[in-house]
């Protein structure tokens, strides 16, 4: 029996009325002597926004890394709609109904916004094993691709260069490359990093759209922007959760105060 198919043994929330769609289970990763996640386990519940956050050096990018396939875990398990998905590579798990935004912009800059869409389609599709193929093959992609365009805020700009594009619309653009998979379950890695207050605004108002549906995780330092949207949060500290739950019970855990939220909690 291969790791996929064997059957998952209940989880310590065995028995939720909700589904759960994202699971840790003791995951650690190791570095040489340094763990950058030390048995950290996370339940994300189907139609949830969670938000996961902590200081620098956390491990909260590793974790997503964990979780998204791109890195494989010293012990412990990953679980996306029961399924063991650590282990697995990266395009595998897209395929099984989980995609990720990155903090670093990774969008194609000599290409048109709709372009960059259509890059994101075909992968799905058997053209990007055929050589020699006509651009027009590409055309019936073009009104789904439009729609994503329309539904992240980009509907006017679908001839732009992503180039020219500001570091919100960039954000924009890169959700909508993850949309362009379909996905269940959509990981967000610091969506609002460097952004004014109306860039803020309108992620916000963005995140909310697409979490319609499916299963929304971010990592976030904004903490206005994680008591707006998320449903529960993970506050992780050297490795480790140091709790978990709503946002208003955490904000006032005598941990996370002294350890991440300090005066902020007491605003």
């Known amino acids: 029996m291969t790791q996929t198919e064997a059957t998952p043994q209940p989880g310590p929330w065995a028995g939720a009325a909700t589904p759960v769609a994202l699971e840790a ?22 139609g949830e926004i969670h938000a996961i956050i902590g200081p620098n050096g956390a491990g909260k990018t ?7 396939g791109f890195l494989a875990p010293t012990s412990g ?39 960059n869409v259509l890059v994101a389609l075909q992968s799905a599709t058997a053209l990007p ?5 006509p651009l027009s093959r590409l055309d019936k992609l073009r009104p789904r691709a439009d729609e994503i365009l329309a539904a992240v805020g980009l509907g006017g700009a679908p001839d732009r260069l992503a180039a020219d594009l500001s570091h919100g619309e960039k954000r924009q653009l890169e959700i909508g ?7 269940r379950v959509l990981l967000l890695d610091e969506p609002t990093s460097g952004m004014g207050s109306e860039g803020i605004a309108r992620v916000i108002a963005l995140v909310r759209q697409v979490a319609r549906g499916r299963t929304v995780v971010l990592v976030e330092h904004n903490m206005s922007v994680v008591a707006e949207l998320a449903d529960r949060i993970t506050v992780l500290q050297y490795g480790q959760v140091l709790a978990s739950g709503k946002y208003d019970e955490v904000r006032r855990d005598p941990r996370v105060i002294e350890a991440y939220l300090g005066e902020e909690a007491h605003a």
């Open 177 to 183: 490359i993850s949309l362009s998979q379909d996905p």
């Open 62 to 68: 590793t974790l997503f890394n964990l979780l998204s």
């Open 129 to 133: 094993r055929q050589f020699w193929v």
């Open 25 to 46: 289970r003791g995951l650690v990763k190791a570095f040489r002597e340094f763990r950058a996640t030390n048995d950290v386990s996370l339940r994300v519940d189907e």
């Open 77 to 115: 398990e990953v679980l996306l709609f029961g399924e063991r998905i650590h282990g697995l590579p990266p395009h595998a798990i897209v395929r099984r109904g989980l995609s990720r935004s990155f903090q670093i912009s990774s969008v194609f800059s000599s290409l048109t916004v709709r372009e």
